[in-house]
């Protein structure tokens, strides 16, 4: 079966860390451009960071460069995010999406993570 | 940062009604956007890519046109199942964005 499945959220306080992990199943997974994206429960969405099939390229919104970095493992099929100095604002429900051409046609169901 | 804004940011409608949305980009994005719908608790999904393009699998009722500025999702015949909250994002350019969403109502 074709699946993305998140794990790793929780409940952080604020300045501390936790790695988000997202694996992979029925697909080619280091053919594809990975992302991560956040949403606030009942609030839009925020694109979070990407990174291509071979991990060689990676990009950030702003608010989370230098703080979180993007991994993944294509022996493992896993996607990764190490999120480090956390604040109230990165909390939300955190989507891993597989990216077609700029649009993401697969997500898993999300991992929630609070920082208080 | 391109921002993306849809119009309107709610829209009742009835089972069988035409219902359209819009998307306005703050600069030009090419054809390089998406369509997706969201239902309460549930990841987004998409519907439409490349401005036009429907996704394998969605309904022949959607479908997305438009380029550079200002595009437009249309459901031909509403139907049940497409009570939910539809946003469009752009991939033209890094960060990429999302619109506020819409969320279609039943009247």
């Known amino acids: 079966e074709v699946q993305l499945v998140e794990s790793g959220g929780g409940l952080v306080k604020p300045g501390g860390s936790l790695r988000l992990s997202c694996a992979a199943s029925?697909?080619?997974?280091?053919?594809?451009?990975m992302n991560w994206v956040r949403q606030v429960p009942g609030q839009g969405l925020e694109w979070v960071s990407s990174?291509?099939?071979?991990?060689?390229?990676?990009y950030y919104t702003d608010s989370v460069q230098g703080r979180f970095t993007i991994s993944r493992d294509n022996a493992k099929t896993s996607l990764y995010l190490q999120m480090n100095s956390l604040r109230g604002e990165d909390t939300g429900l955190y989507y891993c999406?597989?990216?077609?051409?700029?649009?993401?046609?697969?997500w898993g169901q999300g991992t929630l993570v609070t920082v208080s | 940062d391109i921002q993306m804004t849809q119009s309107p940011s709610s829209v009742s409608a009835s089972v069988g009604d035409r219902v359209t949305i819009t998307c306005r980009a703050s600069?030009?994005?090419?054809?390089?956007l998406a369509w997706f719908q969201q239902k309460p608790g549930k990841a987004p999904e998409l519907l439409i890519f490349?401005?036009?393009s429907l996704q394998s699998g969605v309904p022949s009722r959607f479908s997305g046109s438009g380029s550079g500025t200002d595009f437009t999702l249309t459901i031909s015949s509403l139907q049940p199942e497409d009570f939910a909250t539809y946003f469009c994002?752009?991939?033209?350019?890094?960060?990429?964005?999302f619109g506020q969403g819409t969320k279609v109502e039943i009247k």
């Open positions: 999406a597989r990216d077609l051409g700029g649009a993401t046609n697969l």
């Open positions: 029925g697909f080619a997974f280091s053919a594809y451009t």
């Open positions: 990174i291509s099939g071979s991990g060689g390229s990676k």
């Open positions: 600069q030009d994005v090419g054809s390089w």
């Open positions: 490349a401005a036009s």
């Open positions: 994002q752009q991939a033209n350019s890094f960060p990429w964005t």
